[in-house]
């Protein structure tokens, strides 16, 4: 069995479990498919010296604007509205809690109001800092992507109870039991494919759920 080949049988199963989102097609084109919310945010830029001097550089080097499109279990980023493609793509299948970034302080937000998607395991690289101008554009968000959590995750949820949380409740994670499952069986799925060639497809596998 080839690269190919087992490139197409991990896409083939990882579709049906997980949300992959679509590298790249064009923000236009997205708006048209069943989006849950969209609009302009400023994002944290990710990396270690923005970690390292966020307290000491400006907020327009440290937080950039972004077009921000929820669709389908993912979240997209654009540099506007009408982009050719976006500049992240993230899959919310892993990611259980949204929240204020209360540990940031004013002037290193970018805006009035910050939060972030925190990855299950909390690892540094997978929490995206994100901040609107104004509390009810947050509440929003919050609100939005938390009902994407739970599809992303295939939780059971209630999307009227979810739209009468108040921000305790929005904060609170969600059930991470169906991730270990889901991973078990993605990682016993990769084992098979490992046996029967001979080859690693992690980083490709990997590349598939985080891109």
Same mark, same amino acid.
Not at 20 to 48: A, E, F, M, Y
Not at 157 to 173: G, K, Q
């Given at each position: 069995?080839?690269?190919?080949?087992?490139?197409?049988?991990?896409?083939?199963?990882?579709?049906?479990?997980?949300?992959?989102?679509?590298?790249?097609?064009?923000?236009?084109?997205?708006?048209?498919?069943?989006?849950?919310?969209?609009?302009?945010?400023?994002?944290?830029?990710?990396?270690?010296?923005?970690?390292?001097?966020?307290?000491?550089?400006?907020?327009?080097?440290?937080?950039?604007?972004?077009?921000?499109?929820?669709?389908?279990?993912?979240?997209?980023?654009?540099?506007?509205?009408?982009?050719?493609?976006?500049?992240?793509?993230?899959?919310?299948?892993?990611?259980?809690?949204?929240?204020?970034?209360?540990?940031?302080?004013?002037?290193?937000?970018?805006?009035?109001?910050?939060?972030?998607?925190?990855?299950?395991? +909390?690892? @540094? *690289?997978?929490?995206?800092?994100? $901040?609107?101008?104004?509390?009810?554009?947050? /509440?929003?968000? #919050? &609100?939005? !992507?938390?009902?994407?959590?739970?599809?992303?995750?295939?939780?059971?949820?209630?999307?009227?109870?979810?739209?009468?949380? +108040?921000? @305790? *409740?929005?904060?609170?994670?969600? $059930?991470?039991?169906?991730?270990?499952?889901? /991973?078990?069986? #993605? &990682?016993? !799925?990769?084992?098979?494919?490992?046996?029967?060639?001979?080859?690693?497809?992690?980083?490709?596998?990997?590349?598939?759920?985080?891109?």
């Amino acid at each position: 069995m080839d690269n190919q080949e087992i490139d197409q049988r991990l896409q083939k199963i990882t579709l049906s479990k997980v949300p992959i989102p679509d590298k790249n097609i064009d923000c236009q084109t997205l708006l048209r498919q069943g989006v849950s919310h969209q609009g302009w945010l400023r994002r944290k830029k990710p990396g270690k010296l923005t970690a390292v001097l966020g307290s000491i550089l400006p907020s327009s080097i440290m937080w950039e604007q972004v077009y921000v499109v929820i669709c389908k279990g993912c979240l997209y980023f654009y540099n506007n509205e009408y982009g050719n493609k976006p500049q992240k793509a993230v899959s919310l299948f892993g990611y259980t809690r949204i929240m204020r970034a209360s540990e940031l302080k004013l002037k290193q937000a970018g805006g009035v109001w910050p939060f972030k998607v925190a990855y299950v395991l +909390d690892e @540094h *690289d997978r929490v995206h800092y994100l $901040s609107a101008p104004c509390e009810d554009d947050m /509440m929003k968000w #919050l &609100k939005s !992507i938390k009902l994407e959590l739970y599809k992303a995750n295939g939780v059971d949820y209630s999307e009227d109870s979810i739209i009468d949380e +108040d921000i @305790h *409740d929005l904060e609170t994670p969600i $059930s991470t039991g169906n991730y270990f499952s889901r /991973m078990t069986d #993605l &990682k016993q !799925i990769k084992e098979v494919v490992e046996d029967d060639s001979g080859m690693d497809p992690s980083a490709g596998f990997r590349y598939r759920l985080f891109y």
